[in-house]
């Protein structure tokens, strides 16, 4: 199973991945040499999409899952034209699931600006918000401060207090957490927005339809892993840029203690 994100946010992806799918082999590809994808252009982000993509495939993926909600917005339609067979999962924002849980129809989304700015994203609140007030949150510098850890923690720290003032201010019920980054300090924007906020990350919806497509595809074919085998890790990271920072994240954030490869793109 494949799984990309532009940078390290997609192992929160990966975490609920390995969960559901204990033995299926994970190669995860963090693009972090042509990172930050919500600060990019569209073209930019198709193209680095498509490009891994076929990397992916070349390296026996039989399904990939876009952990990047930048990714998924922009380049996952192009990704089934160029793949048609292709099983793809995306993630999304959870405006959904959020719009359904809250009790006074008041919604926050923390989200890069090209998630925002998307019509995937428009189409979301069109068809299952109309009922809410929907605040999108634009958390510009929040995904890059967040991979740099211990050296961007008072950046990381200035961001959600200005992000979640805002919320706040707005007085949502319910936020979505709209980037696989974000999950990575849940807790900081819980302690800000305080228990009366509910936060929703959506990788374990995005686990769950993964598991059932590549069950699917173990039955088919039997040279996959099926979930029925012993249950053995195999993760492989890999990443376009430098490797330490992927490589941290995984073993303060997951406790796996992998050594990532660095792969041109």
Known sequence: MGVFD???????????????CPTAPLLYVADCGHAPYGERDVSH??????????????????????????ATAAAIEA????????????????????????????????ATTST?????F?????RFATDCFVLPVAC??????????EAKQAAVTDLLDQ???????????????????????A?????RLGPSVTLLDTAEAVAQQAARLYDGLAQADQGLQHADAPQVRHITLVSTGETEVLERIARERLGWDLQAQRVGI
Not at 140 to 149: H, N, P, R, T, V
Not at 170 to 178: E, P
């Open 122 to 126: 428009r189409s979301l609140v069109q």
């Open 140 to 149: 510009a510098g929040l995904a890059a401060a967040i991979e740099q850890g």
């Open 6 to 20: 532009s940078g390290v946010g997609g192992l929160s992806v990966v975490r609920a991945l390995q969960a559901k």
């Open 45 to 70: 982000v198709v193209d680095r999409s498509l490009r891994i993509t076929n990397y992916l495939l070349s390296q026996g993926a039989a399904l990939i899952v876009v952990a990047c909600n930048t």
């Open 116 to 120: 925002l700015q998307s019509p995937r």
């Open 187 to 191: 807790d900081a924007i819980a302690e």
């Open 79 to 110: 990704m089934r034209q160029q793949h048609p067979e292709l099983p793809l999962v995306g993630v999304e924002p959870g405006v959904k699931p959020a719009a359904q849980r809250s009790l006074n129809k008041r919604v926050g989304v923390m």
């Open 163 to 185: 992000y979640c003032s805002v919320m706040k201010k707005a007085a949502v019920d319910t936020v979505v957490l709209g980037c696989t980054h974000y999950p990575f300090v």
